[in-house]
């Protein structure tokens, strides 16, 4: 299949989920995904579309628009084309299903992304601590109103 | 309670277990024949011993790690300076900071240096272990970590070569050799 067929595949199934679909190069699909069904276009896109690895899942921060965006980047074996998948979430309350149940490589992705964006993951099997120390907990520090950094440079720095 | 935590509790029970119930033995805090030994000529020969058996942590933290390692391998032939690569930090004289040192990391690098036996060294190693490098503003990298481990020697560079690091140890050598070095008390 190429981007066309799996754009058009994706929108017949999903018309409502699936927008701004869009053709980037020949290898590079983007769309944009209603973040309530999220899982349901995962799971098409695995089992019937054959789109079997999940490269990558992170977040990014728009704070002029008030959105977060959960990036999926989702690759296939059998179609050279890479998919992206973005779910725009409200930025005050950023709440989305995990997708562990379909791509089980997304639980340590979420877990990262939830403590550096705070992006909320509903049904995750295990949402606990991965990279941060304790004391950073709950900070989000990738996200772009992040006071934390330190003010001073360092004094070895010449 | 973590695992740092842990021992730091069982250390504290190890100290409080009593000793001077037992007839004969005494604990000082300092000892009395090091410090003699200090002031002799005898130091210049522990010194010479201790300066040519600089064994180092095998402890790749970061891209400069990479070159850590090389500088263990044959081509460099360290052993002729008495630099042995150990995986052990219980048989190691020198840490060898290697990489930019995080918040997150900061304690389990605490816990290796309180595994070695003293008398020993560090080497900061790298741009990032002496002052952050590329990373010296974010929010996860502890800046100046020369506040928290008594450094002897800087080697910058990023990363800097086998030949930088066997320098450091050179210099290393000579620090010891002259009193100066901070891995000891005179």
């Known amino acids: ?158 | 309670m973590d695992e740092i935590e842990q021992t730091e509790v069982e250390q504290n029970d190890v100290i409080d277990v009593g000793y001077t119930d037992v007839p004969g033995t005494m604990l000082t805090d300092s000892n009395a024949i090091c410090d003699f030994i200090k002031k002799t000529k005898v130091q210049d020969v522990l010194n010479w011993g201790r300066k040519n058996s600089l064994w180092f942590m095998v402890n790749a933290m970061g891209c400069c790690g990479v070159e850590l390692l090389a500088t263990g391998m044959a081509h460099y032939d360290t052993d002729r300076f008495g630099i042995i690569p150990r995986n052990s930090p219980r048989h190691a004289d020198v840490l060898i900071i290697s990489g930019y040192v995080t918040k997150k990391y900061l304690p389990a690098l605490k816990r290796i240096w309180d595994q070695m036996p003293a008398p020993k060294w560090v080497i900061c190693f790298g741009d990032c272990a002496i002052s952050g490098g590329p990373f010296y503003e974010s929010y996860s990298t502890h800046q100046n970590v020369d506040e928290v481990f008594p450094v002897d020697v800087f080697v910058p560079g990023c990363p800097p070569r086998c030949e930088a690091l066997i320098q450091g140890f050179v210099e290393l050598q000579k620090k010891i050799e002259a009193k100066k070095d901070k891995g000891t008390d005179y």
């Open chain 1, 1 to 158: 299949m190429d981007a066309n067929s799996i754009i058009s595949s994706l929108t017949g199934k999903f018309p409502e989920d699936i927008y701004d679909a869009d053709i980037e190069s020949d290898i590079r699909v983007i769309a944009k995904v209603k973040p309530e069904n999220v899982v349901e276009v995962c799971r098409y896109l695995k089992e019937d579309l054959s789109f079997g690895h999940l490269c990558c899942e992170f977040g990014a921060d728009y704070p002029d628009r008030n959105e977060i965006e959960v990036i999926y980047v989702i690759g296939s074996y059998d179609h050279p084309v890479v998919l992206t998948m973005k779910a725009i979430l409200p930025r005050d309350a950023p709440e989305v299903e995990s997708v562990v149940p379909v791509y089980w490589n997304a639980n340590w992705y979420e877990r990262e992304t939830y403590e550096l964006f705070g992006v909320k993951y509903l049904n995750h099997p295990n949402l606990k601590p991965l990279v941060l120390p304790q004391e950073m907990l709950g900070e989000w520090p990738l996200r772009k109103d992040y006071e934390g950094f330190p003010n001073k440079t360092a004094r070895n720095l010449v």
